[in-house]
């Protein structure tokens, strides 16, 4: 990249949360940004992603919020603290756009829409003087290190005084996140991490399927798509707690929010063990005792769901998961039945592909990249948002973690042009 000038130019791409917020941190300093997007509007997964309710952030203690992260959150946690929720909060309210705190403690946007808030926000950035190129994909560098695209107008070269990469991960190609940047950031000398899917669902192996893979026929035709309420969720052979929460049974497996939630130590167990098991607690308000008690009591001439349903309060979808992974023999076993209730084992043995995944797992290792996350083999190109090595669950954690990231690469772009201008 050339040196900086009194008049420094910076080339971000991708028109992302992530690639967005990088374009207001450097355009608030006075540096002229051009945000170039392959599709032909910006923001499109972040508008897909809101459009059932836009969860911005978490309002759980900093501290909690932080540890969500995972094995990456010592290396995020600068990220936060330059922008924790509180802070996030107070920007989304300086477009205008009130927040509130759900029963959850998630955040949302009154009007829960993300519309409204891009609209500003891209308002806002047009009068601070970002430039937005639509219909330019990046293929690479050129020639000098200028930035190649594709347009519809033909091949472009484009020259700036630094460049941010905001790329995203590879789920939902469609609209414009297909991880085709790889193989260029591998070619620049980056370590790239595999990309996987991050909270998605899982295919289950039911017992009364022959080889293994899906629901009978039975269970899906009845119950693809229906709610698994009030349950807890765990990993055997993993050390997370017990998660309350609700799921969804899909026609061959297992979704929503609380198999999202583990689905990375879901995915990881399956890579080591070629399956997972999932432990359901179908009734994570009775103790195992009780629920022992209540089953062997004696039920007379009522069947066993009946029984189940006034005795336990297991009915519906809860009662045909106990008829699916259970015999006729468990099923009138008190005992052996109870455990069931207590801790019903998925065997699951993939995750759903990539592309239907809410997000991405692997990435550019943070490795290759100095703190200010500038490629240490490429000076002067920044790469950020969910391109980058770490994954988080739902719940406002990964639209939180891409602004914050996008606002780090643009302070450390805007401290590399300034070094550039004053070596000394």
């Known amino acids: 990249m050339p040196a900086a000038s009194s008049a420094s130019r910076v080339a971000i791409v991708g028109g ?6 990088a374009a207001e941190t450097l355009a608030e300093a006075g540096i002229q940004v051009d945000l170039y997007d392959a599709m032909p509007s910006v923001g499109r997964k972040f508008l897909l992603a809101g459009k059932g309710g836009l969860n911005i952030t978490h309002a759980e203690p900093f501290e909690r919020f932080a540890d969500r992260y995972g094995s990456r959150s010592v290396q995020l946690r600068p990220w936060l603290e330059a922008l924790d929720p509180d802070t996030l909060r107070q920007w989304v309210e300086t477009l205008g756009i009130p927040t509130f705190v759900g029963t959850s403690g998630r955040v949302f946007p009154e009007g829960m829409k993300a519309a409204p808030l891009l609209r500003a926000w891209l308002s806002r950035l047009r009068e601070a003087g970002v430039r937005i190129h639509v219909r330019h994909r990046w293929t690479g560098w050129g020639d000098r290190h200028t930035l190649r695209f594709t347009t519809p107008d033909g091949p472009r070269d484009v020259r700036a005084d630094a460049c941010i990469l905001a790329l995203g991960g590879a ?6 996140s297909d991880g085709a940047w790889v193989p260029l950031l591998e070619e620049a000398g980056a370590t790239v991490a595999p990309l996987e899917p ?3 669902g899982f295919i289950v192996a039911s017992p009364r399927v022959a080889p293994g893979r899906g629901w009978s026929v039975h269970l899906a035709e009845r119950f693809a798509g229906a709610p698994l309420k009030s349950v807890a969720m765990t990993v055997d052979g993993d050390a997370t707690p017990w998660r309350n929460g609700e799921a969804m049974l899909s026609a061959d497996g297992i979704e929503g929010s609380l198999v999202y939630a ?3 130590a879901l995915r990881e167990r399956i890579k080591a063990d070629g399956q997972a098991i999932l432990r359901i607690d179908l009734s994570p308000g009775r103790s195992l005792e009780r629920v022992r008690s209540e089953a062997a009591h004696p039920r007379g001439a009522r069947s066993l769901a009946s029984h189940l349903q006034s005795r336990v309060g297991i009915e519906g979808l809860k009662m045909a998961l106990l008829r699916e992974c ?4 468990e099923l009138h076993d008190p005992t052996r039945l109870a455990s069931a209730i207590k801790g019903l084992p998925l065997v699951l043995v993939a995750p759903r592909p990539l592309d239907e995944a809410i997000s991405t ?3 550019v290792r943070l490795e290759s990249l100095d703190e200010h996350l500038m490629l240490k083999t490429r000076p002067g190109v920044f790469c950020t948002g969910e391109m980058l090595d770490w994954e988080a669950p739902t719940g406002g954690y990964l639209l939180t973690a891409c602004l914050a990231a996008g606002r780090w690469a643009g302070q450390g772009a805007l401290a590399w042009l300034n070094r550039q201008g004053n070596p000394d």
């Open 16 to 21: 992302g949360p992530a690639g967005l917020m």
């Open 171 to 176: 789920s939902w190609a469609r609209l414009g």
């Open 198 to 200: 991050a909270n998605c």
């Open 262 to 264: 583990l689905s990375a």
């Open 326 to 329: 259970l015999s006729t023999e």
């Open 361 to 363: 797992a692997g990435g």
